[in-house]
């Protein structure tokens, strides 16, 4: 691997185009790759610090649920 110049924090840092590699998502399957990248980021930022109620939970496990889908390329256009 090349190095680069870039310093990042964590994955949740890259590009889109190398976070959608770190995490094996085929950009072709996604409808809109920066809105999935984004909602992505912010998921996992959320389950960083976690749901405090059952409701918070299951909202968490449905969104993470769609876009599993979605990157799948196995989504309902809407």
Not at 1 to 18: G, R
Request: hydrophobic share 40%; glycine share 4%; proline share 4%.
């Amino acid at each position: 691997m090349t190095s680069s110049n870039h310093d990042y924090k964590s994955f949740l840092d890259l590009p889109d185009e190398q976070f959608m590699l770190a995490i094996c998502v085929r950009e072709e399957n996604l409808k809109d790759p920066a809105r999935w990248c984004a909602e992505m980021r912010a998921l996992a930022k959320a389950r960083k610090i976690g749901p405090k109620t059952s409701a918070e939970a299951e909202a968490m496990f449905e969104w993470a649920g769609r876009l599993a889908i979605e990157a799948h390329g196995e989504r309902n256009d809407e």
